[in-house]
């Protein structure tokens, strides 16, 4: 009893120490700009395209991706005003599809995509139908579009638009209005470009080079050229001034396809913006486990991390929510989430280098596949049936013969 006693007052000791350590760290939690709230729309838009650019192979045949983030502390997301600071919380909440099918026999993959984002901040929590505060901006962004692809040739292109659509907008942003965006990408083996336009206005051109070997698509398992980097160079049209922005961000493998160091600068101001090591147990990328450091604008740095698993991802201070989501700092995330790509018949998750490691079935989607199948499948049946009776029907001749022998030796005594 006294062994029960004791090990339940340290699991509460442990619960108080925990708890009293998530507040002294949300005490010191950054508060949410509303000019942080108000660049939340372009960085959606870019965030989208980005992560199509990592989805759209050739080969690819659908993604899945949805995520729900949750802020388990009010006081983590405070809005600061001109007014004064806000207590209210932030939304954050997206669905991505991407699905290709073969155009019949001609070699051709023909898909269609659609990512959808919900975000903004508001006076109180909700999951369908904001307060709308005086202080709330709640907006849409949608980027849509068709791809055709030629896997045998490791081509493909796509484009389609962009929509930003703001629901209430309050009185201390920027006044917004419903915009309509042009998008383009193309990919030819590691190279990939994107580049957006609202209407004859460029707004955004990227160039990828995916020149790590990955297996999923085709390439090495292991070896030199698994430890070639990916790198990604952006250049973004400033609304304020004339001169563009340039975002670099480097990714490189280091153990294995296991462990991976990113590297992101900004540039006219040779800023460097985060780092980050990610470790994930299987190449698939589905698990992984992160330690960031963020630069502010001041030079301070901010370290953080986080851990995502199947379903759920946990994480403090994370550099990759400081740069999507509104700028906020200081904070824990708690999100639900999901996301996985089939490449060739393959599960993989997002950027992922091998499948992951579970079973799967394949899915016969064309009628002459079927039949041949169906077909083979009857004959290996019949075959094994024709030998099954040949195995009886022996042992039943071996049994007659030996009973008969010994009737004949019987009537010969």
Not at 41 to 52: A, M, N, P, V, Y
Not at 90 to 102: K, P
Not at 112 to 122: N, S
Not at 125 to 137: C, E, I, M, Q, T
């Amino acid at each position: 009893m006294k062994k029960f006693c004791a090990h339940r007052w340290r699991l509460k000791t442990a619960c108080v120490v925990a708890w009293m350590l998530v507040f002294a760290l949300s005490a010191h939690a950054g508060h949410l700009k509303a000019s942080g709230v108000s660049a939340g729309g372009s960085i959606t838009r870019d965030l989208q395209l980005r992560e199509f650019g990592m989805v759209f192979h050739p080969g690819a045949d659908g993604y899945l991706g949805a995520n729900l983030l949750y802020f388990p502390l009010p006081s983590q997301s405070l809005l600061s005003t001109d007014y004064g600071k806000h207590e209210g919380y932030v939304l954050r909440q997206n669905f991505a599809g991407y699905f290709a099918e073969e155009l019949g026999k001609s070699g051709w993959d023909l898909g269609v995509l659609w990512w959808i984002e919900r975000h903004g901040w508001d006076s109180e929590d909700f999951a369908v139908f904001p307060n709308y505060g005086k202080f709330s901006l709640i907006r849409s962004v949608q980027t849509t579009g068709l791809s055709i692809a030629r896997p045998d040739l490791n081509l493909g292109i796509a484009g389609g638009i962009q929509y930003t659509n703001p629901e209430y907008v309050g009185k201390v942003y920027e006044p917004e209005s419903d915009t309509l965006y042009e998008w383009a990408a193309a990919t030819w083996g590691p190279i990939s470009a994107q580049t957006s336009f609202h209407h004859s206005s460029f707004r955004h051109a990227r160039l990828s080079l995916n020149l790590e070997s990955k297996k999923v698509l085709g390439g090495k398992e292991s070896g030199p050229l698994t430890y070639l980097p990916n790198i990604d160079v952006a250049i973004y049209a400033r609304n304020c001034d004339g001169e563009d922005s340039l975002r670099l961000f480097w990714e490189q493998n280091l153990i294995a396809q296991r462990l991976y160091a990113e590297v992101a600068v900004y540039f006219p101001d040779p800023a460097l913006r985060f780092v980050a090591l990610k470790y994930y147990p299987d190449p698939s990328k589905v698990i992984s486990i992160d330690v960031t450091c963020y630069r502010k604008s001041n030079g301070d740095f901010l370290w953080g991390g986080g851990i995502s698993m199947p379903f759920v991802r946990v994480a403090y201070n994370h550099a990759d929510d400081i740069e999507n989501v509104l700028g906020l700092r200081g904070t824990f995330v708690l999100q639900f989430h999901f996301g996985i790509e089939k490449i060739r018949d393959t599960f993989v998750g997002l950027n992922g280098s091998k499948a992951t490691p579970m079973m799967t079935r394949e899915i016969d989607t064309d009628e002459n596949v079927k039949k041949q199948r169906r077909e083979q499948r009857e004959q290996e049946f019949n075959e094994s049936r024709r030998k099954s009776n040949l195995q009886e029907s022996s042992s039943t001749n071996s049994a007659h013969e030996i009973t008969a022998t010994g009737i004949v030796w019987e009537n010969a005594k």
